[in-house]
């Protein structure tokens, strides 16, 4: 107040300025989607909750995508018309990925002896065993592909 040189009494001067949320941080929609009920005059479940719930059952069971899409498919079809639930996997993931839970993709040895980080990065055979860490994928313009990947879901962010 006092850089303002409000602190003579008149505050009721001071602009109020309303900002909209950054245009990245889609997070508010995710607020938005906790509070939309997943049909009209439900009152057990919203978006968020249902899609979090369904990526646990997929999680829990080791579905693949597909078995995810077969079962939202079937479960769309018997909730009322003009229900909320997203249609697949791809957009419940696109929905669930403001919570910033994204995980980041390490080459390894087939044989699990090492991983191909930091100061490995840039080989491309392994150091214990001499396996090749990539095969040869001949059908897409011969671009490589490490034949295991770990996927490292770091903790820091998620505090």
């Known amino acids: 107040m006092d850089v303002m040189r409000m602190n003579q009494g008149n505050v009721s001067q001071c602009p109020i300025v309303e900002e909209e949320p950054n245009a990245d941080a889609r997070f508010f929609d995710l607020l938005k989607d906790s509070d939309e009920s997943l049909w009209d005059n439900c009152t057990n479940y919203n978006k968020l909750l ?4 369904v990526f646990t059952i997929k999680s829990d069971h080791e579905l693949s995508e597909a078995g995810y899409d077969k079962i939202i498919e079937w479960t769309r079809s018997i909730l009322p018309e003009g229900n909320r639930l997203k249609e697949n996997f791809y957009a419940a993931k696109f929905m669930m990925k403001p919570l910033g839970l994204g995980y980041q993709k390490i080459d390894m040895c087939p044989n699990f002896c090492m991983l191909y980080c ?3 990065a840039e080989l491309t055979e392994c150091m214990t065993c001499g396996h090749s860490c990539y095969k040869i994928r001949t059908g897409r313009g011969k671009t490589l592909m490490a034949y295991k990947k770990l996927r490292c879901f770091s903790i820091t962010p998620r505090l």
């Open 118 to 120: 930091f100061e490995n």
């Open 50 to 53: 249902t899609v979090a719930q």
